[in-house]
């Protein structure tokens, strides 16, 4: 069992940064790819980006390439999202979700993933 918990949202003006962090819990975090997605209000879930268990490969959406770097630690058991250049569209509620996925292409997918957490707000004023 793995659990997760996104901590870093909040307000922040267009053009400026954020961190995002995920926290997890259990043995084997280690073994789980790990993704953020978002999902802004009456739009559905969408991926962000996404890392392999071991860290040495990172995904991101064309919309974030650039701008965002996901990264982990997995002797804290900890992932990150850093935002940067972040624009009014990025307006959104950020999870962050495991999973034992084989393949890069599952890391696209939210089925994929066995464990998501309650998420946080993320707000870009213009």
């Known amino acids: 069992q793995v659990h997760v918990v996104e901590s870093g949202g909040g307000l922040v003006q267009a053009g400026g940064s954020l961190g995002l962090s995920c926290a997890a819990s259990?043995?084997?975090?280690?073994?789980?790819?790990m993704g953020w997605f978002r999902q802004a209000p009456g739009k559905e879930r969408e991926f962000v980006a996404a890392?392999?268990?071991?860290?040495?490969?990172?995904y991101y959406a064309d919309s974030v390439k650039g701008r965002f770097t996901i990264s982990r630690d997995r002797a804290k058991n900890t992932m990150y999202l850093q935002m940067n250049s972040l624009k009014p569209e990025d307006t959104a509620v950020y999870y962050c979700?495991?999973?034992?996925?084989?393949?890069?292409?599952?890391?696209?997918?939210?089925?994929?993933?066995?464990?998501w957490g309650q998420g946080t707000q993320v707000t870009v004023s213009s």
């Open positions: 979700a495991a999973g034992y996925i084989s393949g890069s292409y599952g890391l696209f997918l939210p089925y994929k993933y066995d464990y």
């Open positions: 259990g043995r084997t975090f280690s073994s789980y790819a």
């Open positions: 890392i392999t268990w071991s860290g040495g490969n990172t």
